[in-house]
């Protein structure tokens, strides 16, 4: 944050608020870290030039998992090249906090098989100077970062800081409910912006069972969740599944009082969004306030075959998940184990895979094959896509044969629809998870680009409401993704005619020599400004802004009445 009286200003662009209301020509006046003046003819010791340009609130990222990453880059790369300027870790209940000292190397390897982080990179590059999740939001802001970052505390965690080995594979008792929920408050108050869960199928541990989160019965659900609501802040984040699915969220916002966020409506073949956006039209219309998280960008994963996450929802492949590569070799050859997959996939509400969808993105073994779809490879052998893939596996000498698949959200018109309801929000980048398979960070240039600019689904001015002061409104960030007079200065200057989210490129550049995929050469980004400080300049990072580090940790503050609904 500047400490100085000097002033800067954004001059020549159409400032969009991030209310929804249309654009006006003005220059934008910034002075201590905060909006000093919107008008015109404005002065000030440093001039940004926004001709031709959209001057925007910050974009605020709401569903990351930068919560490890943070320690050792703290500009939060990729997200800071597209003109985020604020994100929420601790998503799907993943935060790394509460955490024993014994117990960091466990909390490494779900984190690998969930969210896929090495857990070298892990045990590396976090400082581990903390148990507690207040330790853990005083250790953040001690570091520092580029932008700022916010934190749900994560039910995986806190189960198992409260239930040791027992977190995995029965229900909680009483005592340890009324433990759990005494983490959940010391949480909150110390500044957690809310408790945040997943049941999602796709979700197994690093023994290949569920995560501790979705062996969590009812009682243990409204418990957490009335904790969170008995310090007068914060929200709920629920990754949806068997434990409670979307159109149970609706009666129990309403008897916990607060806001819901639900991860995630997508697009599918059988039309499931259409039917998730009924139900959410019918929970507002009875008073429930849920907000679906939604996305521009394909649910598209880059895996290997030996960590298939999206095939690992059938529990006969999860049964690999802490085995060695030849035992995975030993299953994927032998004919009876694969007739045991098919038929787990059989099962009501398997995830069942789109063959049609996947395609050979890498194999050593013959790299004639990359860029052929599965289902073509079969026919062409006359066999099946299941039997296709296994074989094309086993040929490779570790099994790191690499797929593209989609799991979900390739429908264009469907995208369309879901972005376009009011009471959606934008969500599921996350972005620091899932890093050598996906790079969905890239999702706010996206949606100005490809889906405002070439695809025309909604006004510039409701876009930008989606990417700031709707966020700011439901997480009650205090002073923030609005361009008022008096708020921080977040601030993203970008140009309408050339944004665009540029390439994904995979990389080798975090701890232990892990690699990941990145997206660092977006087009149309002139400026970003963070607590009034330039952190991009003409499509630059500013290296003296990454050193001064002027992101501020938010922490939660006591719920007033928003605009957000």
């Not at 190397?105 to 982080?117: F, I, Q, R, S, W």
């Not at 694969?338 to 790299?367: F, H, I, Q, Y």
């Not at 094959?369 to 596996?393: H, K, N, W, Y």
């Not at 050339?498 to 994904?504: M, W």
Request: hydrophobic content about 40%.
């Amino acid at each position: 944050m500047s400490t100085n009286d000097s002033t800067t200003v954004i001059r020549g662009g159409t400032v969009i608020d991030g209310s929804g209301t249309p654009g006006i020509s003005a220059d934008v006046l910034v002075s201590g870290g905060k909006i000093i003046e919107i008008g015109h003819n404005l002065v000030g010791d440093r001039v940004l030039d926004a001709t031709g340009c959209v001057v925007a609130p910050g974009f605020i990222d709401i569903h990351t998992h930068y919560d490890a990453q943070i320690f050792w880059d703290p500009a939060l790369t990729p997200s800071c090249f597209h003109g985020v300027t604020t994100v929420v870790g601790g998503n799907c209940g993943f935060s790394i906090a509460p955490v024993r000292p014994g117990d960091r190397e466990l909390m490494a390897n779900t984190m690998e098989k969930v969210e896929d982080m090495d857990p070298a990179t892990l045990l590396e590059g976090v400082p581990w100077d903390f148990e507690s999740f207040p330790e853990y939001l005083d250790s953040v802001e001690q570091h520092g970062s580029l932008l700022n970052f916010s934190a749900y505390v994560g039910h995986t965690a806190v189960r198992l800081y409260a239930m040791g080995d027992d977190a995995v594979g029965r229900a909680a008792t009483a005592d340890e409910i009324e433990s759990m929920a005494v983490i959940v408050r010391e949480a909150m108050e110390a500044g957690a912006v809310g408790f945040a869960t997943s049941f999602a199928i796709t979700h197994i541990g690093a023994d290949g069972s569920p995560i501790p989160s979705r062996w969590a019965d009812r009682a243990e659900i409204e418990a957490l969740f009335t904790a969170v609501a008995d310090t007068g802040r914060g929200i709920i984040g629920v990754n949806g599944g068997d434990n409670l699915s979307l159109r149970e969220n609706y009666p129990l916002q309403k008897q916990i009082g607060i806001p819901f966020t639900y991860t995630a409506v997508l697009t599918n073949p059988k039309g499931g969004h259409l039917k998730a956006l009924e139900i959410n039209r019918r929970g507002w219309e009875d008073g429930a306030e849920v907000w679906p998280q939604v996305t521009c960008r394909p649910l598209s994963f880059s895996m290997t075959m030996v960590e298939p996450f999206t095939l690992n929802t059938n529990p006969v492949f999860a049964e690999l998940a802490a085995g060695t590569i030849e035992e995975r070799r030993a299953a994927y050859a032998d004919s009876g184990w694969r007739d045991r997959a098919r038929e787990a996939w059989k099962a009501p509400r398997m995830l069942v895979p789109r063959w049609d969808t996947m395609e050979v993105m890498m194999s050593a073994a013959n790299a004639d094959l990359v860029g052929a779809r599965i289902t073509d490879l079969a026919e062409s052998t006359g066999s099946d896509p299941f039997d296709t893939l296994m074989e094309l596996t086993l040929a490779e000498d570790d099994l790191m044969l690499r797929i593209k698949v989609v799991l979900a959200n390739d429908d264009v018109d469907g995208i369309a629809i879901l972005l376009q309801d009011e009471r959606t929000t934008l969500g599921l980048s996350d972005a620091g998870a899932h890093v050598g398979q996906l790079c969905d960070a890239p999702q706010a240039t996206d949606l100005l680009g490809n889906w405002v600019r070439d695809r025309n689904v909604m006004p510039m001015e409701t876009a930008i409401r989606k990417l700031s002061g709707q966020q700011a409104d439901l997480f009650g960030f205090v002073d923030r993704g609005y361009l008022r007079p008096g708020y921080w200065a977040d601030i993203t200057v970008f140009d309408p005619e050339t944004i665009d989210p540029g390439p994904v490129r995979r990389v080798r550049d975090f701890p232990a020599n892990a690699e990941r995929l990145t997206a660092d050469a977006p087009t149309g980004i002139r400026h970003v400004l963070v607590n009034g400080q330039p952190i991009q300049v003409d499509g630059e990072i500013v290296t003296d802004a990454v050193n001064a580090r002027p992101g501020q940790l938010l922490r939660s503050t006591p719920r007033v009445a928003t605009s957000a609904n």
